[in-house]
């Protein structure tokens, strides 16, 4: 159960302490860089079209003037058309675009714990994708929802 980390050269110390978060808790991580130059959006496209067909759960690392980012939108739609779980991390308390609102965000580190909590449950409890999958089921779409609305309580509630 890979989880991808998309993030943009501004953001990048941000999705490395992610990164290695993830690493030190034994979960397989892959690290794209968005923003990338000599990259074509066509090259963009191709790359993360294969790395999120590998990963389970998606983290967008994002900048805090995100709110004109077209990037994000077109990531969130595929995350979430796939039943991928997905989660954001913004640091401080700037506003993000109301659309984000449906999935869990992270702001602080202690956050990312509850994430690695939760990546953990559904690993224990049988909730967690399996890949390669051949047709997406409610199930899937079903646990994906749990683990947004369970992640997002735990940083509601900051447990």
């Known amino acids: ?26 979960i397989s991580t ?41 990037w994000t939108a077109w990531l969130l739609g595929t995350a979430a058309m796939t039943c991928r779980r997905v989660s ?24 990312i714990d509850l994430f690695v909590r939760g990546y953990h449950d559904e690993r224990t409890f049988a909730r967690a994708m399996q890949l390669p999958l051949g047709r997406r089921s409610s199930t899937d779409r079903d646990n994906a929802d749990f683990f947004h609305a369970d992640l997002k309580a735990k940083i509601r509630r900051g447990f």
């Not at 980390?5 to 990164?19: G, K, W």
Request: charged share 25%; with cysteine; aromatic share 10%.
């Open 1 to 26: 159960m890979p989880v991808l980390i998309s993030y943009r050269h501004e953001t990048r110390l941000d999705a490395f302490i992610i990164n290695e978060r993830l690493l030190l808790e034994g």
């Open 88 to 111: 954001f991390f913004c640091k401080g308390a700037g506003e993000l675009p109301e659309g984000l609102g449906r999935w869990p965000i992270m702001r602080e580190r202690a956050h």
């Open 30 to 70: 892959q690290l794209v860089q968005l923003d990338c130059d000599g990259q074509t959006h066509d090259d963009l496209y191709g790359s993360f079209c294969q790395q999120m067909n590998d990963a389970t759960h998606w983290i967008g690392v994002l900048p805090a003037d995100t709110g004109d980012g077209w």
